[in-house]
């Protein structure tokens, strides 16, 4: 009994907040799935304004147990230091409890990562626990190799491993195209839009950017990689388009969060998002009927396996069809307003056994998406 009074009380005390300066933060999840180390966001201007913080005072973030748990400052609409997020895990139509307050925050190592990758012909990679991926810039576009396709690194292990496959395959003691225990680059990407691009579609043709022209970092970590990414103008039919995207990956996910930002004269941009195709018969698509997403299995690779790539719309897709060498997510989009999406993939070697098992993991995060956390701050 005793031991019952103890719990209740400590529990009152943890959801008071206001008797130790601290913001209590409730999540619930409206629905039956889990939600395991799912990233939140909290308005960064409510939690100085609620603890009074100055400039040099730091936070921690605390579980239910009191325990402290990782947060990072991340960016919002371009903007950096916005939010304060942090990962939550909460039972199917349960709630969990969580606590900001000042205090030193315990070092915890980084689960994302990402750069500019001079030396490789101005890259940018980026990889979190699960996965890399990379673009191409402007050094590669100098010696014509064209592309503004998004290319994937398939990984097997958690831990950050761009710098190590960049300096073992320069220094060329191991390439990054051969798998050493940790995963490799057996991705194609080309002049093509790869595993999840975007380009305008007019007239019944893909119209595509080159390699990007400048790049800005805006996170990098511990839980969250954020980079702004600059095209340089480009024709698509008859109109001049301009492009700017921002690429965010969190912790845990397989799949990038892509904000592409198009101007033109035209109001309505006619875009596509699609996934390379390979003219394999070993090849899968997938495409459910409400058209929210669509899949692609690559043709099985005896030695390296299979890769799956997903794309998924913020909105359904008006048609998704395959053409052009692609399979494409038909949108309109208005010029000056952000084209949200989200793109990624998995590996059979890690994660993801069958195609059947991409599917599962591609529909939950839809469902996730439609059915958001629900945060509020006291």
């Given at each position: 009994m005793k031991k019952i009074l103890f719990v209740f009380i400590s529990t009152l005390f943890f959801l008071s907040g206001i008797a130790a300066n601290k913001v209590t933060v409730i999540v619930k999840n409206p629905i039956s799935t889990q939600r395991n180390n799912e990233i939140v966001e909290i308005n960064m201007e409510k939690i100085?304004?609620?603890?009074?913080?100055?400039?040099?005072?730091?936070?921690?973030?605390?579980?239910?147990?009191?325990?402290?748990?990782?947060?990072?400052?991340?960016?919002?609409?371009?903007?950096?230091n916005k939010l304060l997020i942090f990962p939550a895990t909460v039972k199917g139509y349960g709630?969990?409890?969580?606590?900001?307050?000042?205090?030193?925050?315990?070092?915890f190592d980084p689960k994302v990562y990402g750069r500019l990758v001079p030396e490789r012909k101005d890259d940018y990679a980026w990889e979190n626990d699960k996965i890399a991926f990379r673009v191409y810039g402007p050094a590669l576009q100098a010696t014509g190799e064209i592309s503004s396709g998004i290319d994937v690194w398939a990984k097997r292990t958690d831990k950050l491993i761009v710098n190590k496959w960049y300096a073992d395959d320069l220094a060329e003691r191991q390439s990054y195209h051969e798998d050493h225990g940790e995963g490799l680059d057996m991705y194609k990407v080309g002049p093509t839009?790869?595993?999840?691009?975007?380009?305008?579609?007019?007239?019944?043709?893909?119209?595509?950017?080159?390699?990007?022209?400048?790049?800005?970092?805006?996170?990098?970590?511990?839980?969250?990689?954020?980079?702004?990414?600059?095209?340089?103008?480009?024709?698509?039919?008859?109109?001049?388009?301009?492009?700017?995207?921002?690429?965010?990956?969190?912790?845990?996910?397989?799949?990038?969060?892509?904000?592409?930002?198009?101007?033109?004269?035209?109001?309505l941009i006619p875009v596509a998002t699609g996934i390379v195709m390979r003219n394999s018969k070993e090849e899968e698509t997938y495409i459910p009927e409400n058209k929210n997403y669509f899949l692609h299995a690559e043709p099985k690779d005896s030695i390296n396996g299979t890769l799956y790539e997903a794309v998924i719309g913020k909105q359904p897709f008006t048609n998704i069809e395959i053409k052009e060498e692609h399979i494409l997510?038909?949108?309109?989009?208005?010029?000056?307003?952000?084209?949200?999406?989200?793109?990624?993939?998995?590996?059979?070697?890690?994660?993801?056994?069958?195609?059947?098992?991409?599917?599962?993991?591609v529909k939950e995060f839809t469902e996730k998406l439609k059915n958001p956390l629900i945060i509020k701050v006291k």
């Open positions: 100085i304004a609620k603890l009074g913080l100055k400039e040099s005072e730091t936070l921690i973030v605390l579980d239910a147990k009191s325990k402290q748990i990782p947060y990072q400052l991340a960016s919002c609409n371009g903007k950096k709630t969990s409890i969580y606590a900001i307050q000042k205090g030193t925050p315990e070092k839009l790869g595993a999840g691009a975007t380009t305008p579609y007019i007239n019944g043709k893909l119209w595509y950017s080159k390699n990007f022209v400048k790049s800005e970092m805006l996170d990098i970590g511990p839980l969250r990689m954020t980079v702004e990414l600059t095209y340089a103008p480009f024709k698509a039919d008859k109109d001049e388009i301009t492009e700017t995207k921002i690429i965010s990956l969190d912790a845990g996910s397989q799949l990038n969060k892509v904000e592409v930002n198009y101007s033109a004269d035209a109001k997510g038909f949108q309109n989009v208005n010029s000056e307003e952000k084209y949200i999406y989200y793109q990624g993939a998995g590996w059979n070697k890690w994660g993801f056994p069958a195609f059947d098992d991409w599917k599962k993991y």
